[in-house]
C-alpha cells in the first residue's frame, strides 16, 4: 500500500496551518490584512493636518472619482493627474470602486489608491455589496455612513444601497441627524452612490430624499451609479445633484468651493 500521497498532504497541513494567509482559499473571503485597515480614519488625520496648514484660506478644491470598477488603467491615469495638481485638498469616491465586491478587488485598489498625494474618503456602492463586499468595506474602510467637517463646510457619506443589500431601508434617522445642524455650517455635502432618480429608489423613497435635501438646504447631492457626469438642480429646488461619471469615460470631476459658490469642472484624462 502506498502511503506516501497522504503523508505528505498531512505533513503540508500542519506546516502550512500556522501560516498567515499562505493561500487564499476562495475569491470570495473577506479576510482583510491589517495594513489594509482603518484606511478612512488614517486619511482624516492627513486631512486635519492639511487643514492646519491653510488656516487663513476658505476656498479649496477637492477630487471626485466613481465607479472606476475594473478600468484600472483609466484608474491610474486618474490619479497620475490629481497628484500633479497641488490645489487639490482631498479626494471623494463616489463608489462601486470594485465590479463584484471580491477582495482581490479591494485590495488592488486600496493599493492604487495609497499612491494618492492626497487623503481620499469612499462610500460604498452596489456593487461594493455584492457577495462579501459589505463585510470587507467595513473592514477596509471602516463605518459606512460618517460624516466630516473641513474648512466649515460638512461632508456626509451615506450608504443608499437598496437591492444588493436585501431591500433594506437605508438609515434614514442616522441621515437626518447628520442634517440637524446643517445651518451651522457654509456648505453641506452629502455624498450617496445611487441618485435619488436611480430605478433603485421607490416614488416614495425619492420625494422623502429629494424633500430632506431641500429642507435642511444641502449645497450639493453628489453621487456615483450612473456613469455619464450630470450637474444640474434636477428637481427644480434649492439642492444642485452631481453625478460624477465613470473614469472610463475619458475624465473626472474636480469641484472648487468658495465663500458663496461651488464650481465643477471636468477633467479629461
Known amino acids: ?35 489594509f485597515e482603518h484606511t478612512t480614519e488614517n486619511n ?15 476656498q479649496f478644491k477637492i ?27 482631498f479626494v471623494i469616491h463616489g463608489g462601486d470602486i470594485t465590479d463584484n465586491g471580491m477582495l482581490k478587488e479591494f485590495e488592488i485598489f486600496h493599493n492604487m489608491m495609497d499612491d494618492l498625494v492626497h487623503p481620499y474618503f469612499t462610500v460604498i456602492g452596489n456593487h461594493d455589496c455584492l457577495v462579501n463586499g459589505r463585510t470587507i468595506y467595513k473592514e477596509m474602510f471602516g463605518p ?13 457619506f451615506f450608504n443608499d444601497i437598496i437591492w444588493e443589500l436585501n431591500y433594506e431601508d437605508p438609515d434614514y ?15 453641506v455635502f452629502v455624498i450617496a452612490h445611487i441618485p435619488p432618480w436611480s430605478d433603485q429608489f421607490s416614488g416614495a423613497s425619492t420625494i422623502f ?31 444642485k445633484y452631481l453625478v460624477i461619471g465613470a473614469p472610463v469615460n475619458g475624465y473626472y470631476c474636480e469641484m472648487s468651493v468658495f465663500e458663496d459658490s461651488v464650481h465643477l469642472e471636468k477633467v479629461k484624462i
Open 144 to 156: 459606512e455612513n460618517y460624516s466630516f467637517v473641513f474648512k466649515n463646510c460638512k461632508f456626509i
Open 1 to 35: 500500500m502506498k502511503k506516501t500521497p497522504l503523508i505528505t498532504f498531512f505533513i503540508l497541513t500542519v506546516l502550512f496551518s500556522g501560516c498567515d494567509r499562505v493561500f487564499e482559499y476562495t475569491p470570495y473571503s473577506a479576510n482583510v490584512s491589517e495594513r
Open 63 to 89: 477630487a471626485l472619482i466613481s465607479d472606476n470598477h475594473i478600468a484600472y488603467n483609466e484608474l491610474r491615469d486618474v490619479i497620475n493627474l490629481i497628484n500633479h495638481d497641488d490645489s487639490v485638498c
Open 209 to 239: 430624499y429629494k424633500t430632506l435635501m431641500d429642507t435642511f438646504n444641502v449645497t450639493v447631492s453628489i453621487h456615483g451609479h450612473h456613469h455619464d457626469c450630470e450637474y444640474q438642480e434636477y428637481y427644480h429646488d434649492s439642492v
Open 44 to 58: 482624516l488625520k492627513n486631512l486635519k493636518t492639511i487643514e492646519q496648514h491653510m488656516q487663513c484660506q476658505n
Open 173 to 187: 434617522y442616522w441621515l437626518i441627524d447628520q442634517l440637524q445642524d446643517s445651518g451651522e455650517y457654509n456648505k
